[in-house]
């Protein structure tokens, strides 16, 4: 692929993540306020991750649309998102918790709806962690890793694990 066409695929990703943290609240809110949904702390907890994630993201691509401009070898501010790595864990790990005793524990869940929009954001909230921190989970935007997938030859470390694998390589220890 040529250069060209990885910044127009990189333009594309910081863009779409940095959109989607306003565009999901802001869809959240719209369906609640349109349907009268009440939403309580397992809702807003898997919210809290999937924004932090998003954001995350977007500010990865950014610095690797940035990296492929200038040349430098590693995006500015990678160890900002390796420090960034347990709040965003620690976030998935609560939001999962308190999903699942809003689905069990009867009178916690503030509402239906709020079962299952902590359940579905809670789920976007650890696609994005893996899809960041571990495996590229993320393989429909793009026909050689689509084709990878289909081949049967898996899910590959993330761009940004190697990243910040290579950045704890070359950066000496405090």
Known sequence: ????K????????????AANVAFIP???AFLATTFGWDLGLASFAALAAVCLLLAVGAIYWFRKLEQLRSGNALPRQIGLLAAFRLPCLLLCVAAVILTLIAWTLPGVATSQADRWASLVLTLLALA??????????????????????VRGRGFRRSQMAMDIARWRRTTPRR
């Open 1 to 4: 692929m040529g250069r060209g």
């Open 6 to 17: 990885i910044e127009e695929r990189l333009s594309g990703y910081w863009k779409m993540e």
């Open 26 to 28: 802001l869809g959240l």
């Open 128 to 149: 994005e962690y893996v899809n960041y921190y571990h495996r590229q989970v993320q393989h429909f935007d793009h026909a050689a890793d689509f084709s990878r997938l």
